[in-house]
């Protein structure tokens, strides 16, 4: 089992819909929590951190939930410039650990 | 600021030789990781640095090595290159434990 998945996708959505993405670790002694996002043929850029009592920026809130090593991810309004793909990110010490990634296309 | 500076950029190698990708941040910032990253895989750790002197391994390190002479650079060196390390490399860093990574701009790298 992977320390860290997500659903690869791909989620295909028109402008304007929300769209959540899920993801779960299997280390119950991670510590911290990331969302990044990717576009193709570029670096990852950290998109939010992620904390236990949820957190939002802007159109995108993320969600914690340890008990079920579960994070969230939900755009609300999406964007044309939002498709790329959106990275789950754990860290247990100085190990951070990367899910595969979560495609999504917005479409007009 | 520049960031993670990292070259080259891209480079074919041939099997069996070996070479070094370099990594550099002007940030100040203590961690610095490699990761390589291929289709379907996400991005897996290499070597990872906690500081100028002090480097440890990852979850795929065979085949690499690094050191951590300055708090600014992280290099990786391939010993004898392998089809199997055809991949794009990207060197990370961050400032504290509950930060997350800036990554450098990766290097694809294609071995033959």
């Keep these: ?108 | 600021n520049a960031g993670v500076t990292q070259t080259p950029k891209f480079q074919v190698l041939k099997t069996g030789q070996s070479m070094t990708l370099q990594c550099a941040q002007d940030m100040n910032h203590e961690y610095m990781s490699w990761y390589r990253q291929d289709p379907g895989m996400g991005l897996r750790l290499i070597h990872y640095s906690v500081g100028a002197g002090i480097t440890d391994q990852g979850e795929v390190p065979n085949g690499y090595n690094v050191s951590r002479s300055t708090t600014e650079d992280f290099p990786l060196r391939l010993l004898s290159a392998a089809p199997s390390q055809t991949s794009v490399y990207f060197c990370a860093s961050r400032d504290g434990q509950n930060v997350g990574y800036t990554f450098g701009s990766g290097t694809r790298l294609t071995v033959v």
């Excluded at chain 1, 989620?11 to 819909?17: Q, T, Y």
């Excluded at chain 1, 998109?47 to 236990?52: A, G, I, P, Q």
């Excluded at chain 1, 802007?58 to 498709?83: H, P, V």
């Design chain 1, 1 to 108: 089992r992977k320390e860290v998945e997500q659903d690869p996708g791909p989620f295909n959505v028109p402008e304007g819909a929300t769209v959540a993405f899920n993801c779960t670790y299997s280390n119950s002694a991670s510590q911290s929590f990331f969302w990044y996002r990717q576009d193709c043929r570029k670096e990852p850029k950290l998109l939010m951190s992620v904390y236990s009592s949820g957190n939002e920026d802007g159109r995108f809130t993320a969600q914690l939930n340890r008990a079920s090593q579960y994070i969230s991810l939900l755009i609300r309004d999406s964007k044309l410039s939002d498709s790329a793909t959106y990275l789950c990110v754990v860290r247990n010490n100085n190990d951070m650990r990367f899910g595969a990634g979560t495609r999504l296309t917005v479409k007009p």
